[in-house]
């Protein structure tokens, strides 16, 4: 699930570690989409003469510090034109101050920005966070959204090295770092919800949708994709087009593991978990009923 | 409050800022206490639909899955306008170890001002309008719930919503987000705070009416439409000879985690209902208790003003004066009837349980069936 371009650096960390005081740098980075869309939002809202935002990222890092967890993400007010950028310190620490009471476990591993181009603000911004982070390095993640004219959507990550014999803030090298969008199971579901509702017209649907009309959907997608399957391999008979044969293998395959398995064995799985399953929602609905009962009987007044 | 909501939703009413410099700053004056409530147009519109943008909806799931403690709560930042109500962000709420410390309620609320203020700096919306609460198997009925929102429906417009997240389900591969506000026959009895029986009576109150649901949409903005529609495109992969299932490469590919068949969490369904179970009864066996003794000492305090009265008959026979009656209330203390929110709550907990279970067994036998019309 790579999420930047595929000219990232994957940088292969040395097993043998020489200087355990210097922090590794890291070598992989992954994304919350919760962190991801606040950047959104947070570009939605800007003034009409910012042409980009910046924010801090909050994190958690692996135990040996090569890989990096974004797990969210806060705003932060700045401002810059042609002589000078300013980042509102006070606001970033008191923002952090804020997070940190929620969610502890979170601390700052570097920031973000919108638009993909990196000039010398974003070095003396990046020099900033890096005093920030220390001892660890400071991350920067450059997020385009894909608004602009010719620019297409996507999401990078660098990690900053000095550049020059005399190391000078405005100057470095961002080395680009391979970026994962990674959420927890659990939260799948939701993210489906959002894309169904990006596919809808005027993207809005309506909540709360039952877990009977939401399989519903899921078997009926299922049986369009099984439709399609049907359709080729009659088209493939027929010799109308030519059948890919890594294909055929593939469908074999999938195919192949329903059919197995013994036929009176199956039957007796079945109705013994039917017996159950009916067993079970015998019993919710006299739960649900005495439930009610109960609670009109204390209406009744003598 | 209303002065504030007001300016707000009068911004996001005019139309976008044109590129032209406007020569003077308008200046704001604050609007008098008086003249708010005619002022304030928004409060008169009934509310009709919630709308949860996208940005909300994954912050609650994060925080709802990572939190340590059983309910996780957070504030809802939006605005309403006509008739809609736009949760457009939130914010966690830090979790209290001690409700009653007035300590901790003091630091909580001067967090939620300063995370207010900030939101406010990078021009974020930051009125309230309700409050989220994460619930596992659809039981969120608690005292908690009630006792936040009814300080909320005095405080905000339109009383406040409250956006319960189900997570049991969305573990199931169905996301659910439900708005609900306290009714107002809930509301009167509970300002009273009278949960006597002929109150539940006047009032007409079982669990079922003490909250009603509002319509929820989940909208996302275009930006956030486009940049999950470049996330999910599934583009062919780089390898040669990729095999058929990994040929295409999405950073979201599609999941049918809706088709999952196993029941997981169905037995800890079944424990939470005989717990759930238990505690009323012990509710109710304190109720009956409380009962027993009011019963008990009405029959004393009865018979010894029927003493009293025969007693002054026979005195009124003898020609003597009459003792006093008066002091039957100060000699028996009546206790006062108890409060039936707790067992009300506790029954709103049960029937929750059992339509979550119901829920569960009634997909499990369509999931059944048709995994058997597969295999056949």
């Known amino acids: 699930m790579a999420l930047g371009g595929s000219s990232a650096l994957h940088i292969q960390s040395s097993t043998i570690s020489s200087a355990p005081a210097v922090p590794r740098t890291p070598s992989s980075i992954t994304i919350h989409p919760v962190a991801l869309f606040s950047i959104l939002d947070h570009y939605l809202r800007r003034t009409d003469d910012q042409p980009r935002v910046i924010g801090t990222l909050l994190g958690t890092r692996s135990p040996d510090n090569t890989q990096i967890h974004v797990r969210s993400s806060f705003a932060v007010l700045h401002s810059e034109n042609d002589e000078q950028v300013a980042v509102d310190m006070e606001y970033h620490r008191t923002m952090y101050e804020l997070h940190s009471r929620v969610t502890p476990k979170e601390t700052i591993v570097g920031w973000y920005s919108t638009g993909s181009n990196l000039n010398t603000y974003s070095a003396l911004i990046q020099n900033f966070y890096s005093q920030e982070t220390a001892p660890h390095q400071a991350i920067h993640v450059a997020l385009n959204t894909g608004a602009e004219e010719g620019e297409e959507a996507g999401v990078q990550a660098y990690v900053s090295s000095p550049v020059g014999v005399f190391p000078k803030p405005e100057n470095c090298i961002f080395v680009p770092v391979p970026v994962r969008l990674q959420f927890h199971d659990a939260e799948r579901a939701g993210l489906d919800l959002l894309t169904q509702t990006a596919l809808s017209p005027n993207s809005t649907t309506a909540q709360p949708v039952t877990s009977i009309a939401n399989l519903d959907t899921a078997l009926n997608t299922v049986m369009q994709m099984l439709e399609r399957v049907l359709a080729y391999v009659r088209q493939v008979l027929a010799g109308e087009v030519e059948g890919d044969k890594a294909l055929g293998r593939y469908l074999m395959d999938t195919l192949g593991v329903a059919a197995i398995g013994e036929k009176g064995g199956e039957d007796m799985a079945f109705n013994a978990s039917l017996q159950d399953t009916l067993m079970i929602s015998y019993l919710a609905n006299l739960v649900r009923s005495q439930a009610e009962v109960s609670s009109r009987l204390a209406l009744v007044t003598s | 409050m209303a002065a504030t909501s007001m300016a707000a939703a009068l911004a996001a009413s005019l139309p ?35 709308q949860l943008d996208g940005l909300v909806v994954t912050k609650i799931l994060k925080h709802a899955r990572e939190a340590s403690s059983a309910t996780v709560h957070g504030l809802l930042l939006g605005l309403d306008l006509d008739g809609t109500l736009e949760v457009s962000n939130s914010f966690a709420l830090p979790h209290h170890v001690s409700d009653e410390d007035e300590k901790s309620a003091k630091s909580s609320a001067r967090y939620q001002s300063s995370m207010l203020r900030s939101l406010r700096e990078v021009q974020a919306d930051d009125s309230v309008v309700g409050f989220y609460q994460a619930t596992t198997l659809g039981a969120f009925f608690n005292q908690n719930l009630v006792e936040i929102q009814a300080i909320h429906q005095d405080k905000l417009r339109h009383g406040g919503v409250v956006i319960v997240h ?96 196993g029941t997981t969490g169905l037995t800890r369904n079944l424990e939470q209902i005989i717990e759930a179970v238990d505690n009323y009864r012990t509710e109710e066996g304190n109720l009956a208790y409380l009962s027993r003794q009011i019963a008990r000492e009405r029959a004393r305090a009865d018979n010894y003003v029927a003493k009293r009265k025969e007693e002054n008959l026979a005195r009124v026979a003898q020609d003597l004066a009459p003792l006093p009656e008066e002091d039957v209330a100060r000699l028996f203390k009546i206790p006062a009837e108890p409060s039936r929110l707790e067992s009300m709550l506790l029954l709103g907990q049960i029937d929750a349980y059992g339509k979550s279970l119901e829920g569960t067994a009634s997909s499990g036998l369509i999931k059944m069936y048709s995994v058997k019309a597969a295999s056949t």
Do not use: W
């Open chain 2, 16 to 50: 976008a800022p044109t590129a032209a410099p406007t020569p003077v700053a308008p200046t704001y004056e604050a609007i008098p206490a008086s003249m708010s409530k005619v002022i304030d147009i928004e409060a008169e519109i009934p509310l009709q639909v919630v």
């Open chain 2, 166 to 261: 189900d997570l049991s389900l969305t573990a199931r591969g169905n996301a659910s987000f439900r708005a609900f506000r306290l009714t107002p026959s809930f509301l009167n009895a509970y300002k009273k705070c009278n949960f006597s029986t002929s109150s539940l009576v006047n009032h007409r109150l079982t669990f079922s009416s003490i909250l009603e649901e509002i319509p929820l949409q989940v909208r996302i903005n275009p930006l956030l439409g486009s940049f999950l529609g470049s996330l999910t495109k599934s583009t062919p992969s780089l390898l040669p000879d990729a095999t058929p299932e990994s040929a295409t490469v999405s950073v979201l590919p599609p999941s049918f985690s809706a088709l999952d068949l």
